[in-house]
Nanobody
Framework: VQLVESGGGSVQAGGSLRLSCTAS????????IAWFRQAPGKERQGVSC????????YTADSVKGRVTISGDNAKNTVYLQMNNLKPEDTGVYYC????????????????????WGKGTAVSVST
């Protein structure tokens, strides 16, 4: 089982990025895929989650209205479209897999996740 993130980079505030998480060793039908981020010196926090198995989703209040999560089963890839980025969005973004439903992200956070990618860095400047 492997998760590989891509799409991070440096942008100015107000810009956009699309992160990708490609899974191998399992299909999106097997697991819910979540995005977490870890800002420097802070704990890893859930951003968004999608399950193509039961249709459940989760998005943190801090990013609602600015991020869209989607999945492409044919490519076994989950995307996180982030718009109107703010400096506080800076951090390393990790994708992770867990058994659905996505609400478990809000309840248990990182403890709920079974598999993790290595992360992709996002830097938002003013």
């Amino acid at each position: 089982v492997q998760l590989v993130e891509s799409g991070g980079g440096s942008v100015q505030a107000g810009g956009s990025l699309r992160l990708s998480c490609t899974a191998s060793g399992f299909t999106l039908d097997d697991y819910a895929i979540a995005w977490f981020r870890q800002a420097p010196g802070k704990e890893r926090q859930g951003v968004s989650c999608i399950s193509t198995t039961d249709g459940s989703t989760y998005t943190a209040d801090s990013v609602k209205g600015r991020v869209t999560i989607s999945g492409d089963n044919a490519k076994n890839t989950v995307y996180l479209q982030m718009n109107n980025l703010k400096p506080e969005d800076t951090g390393v973004y990790y994708c992770a897999a867990t058994v659905p439903p996505c609400v478990i992200i809000a309840v248990e956070g990182v403890r709920a996740m079974d598999y993790w990618g290595k992360g992709t860095a996002v830097s938002v400047s003013t």
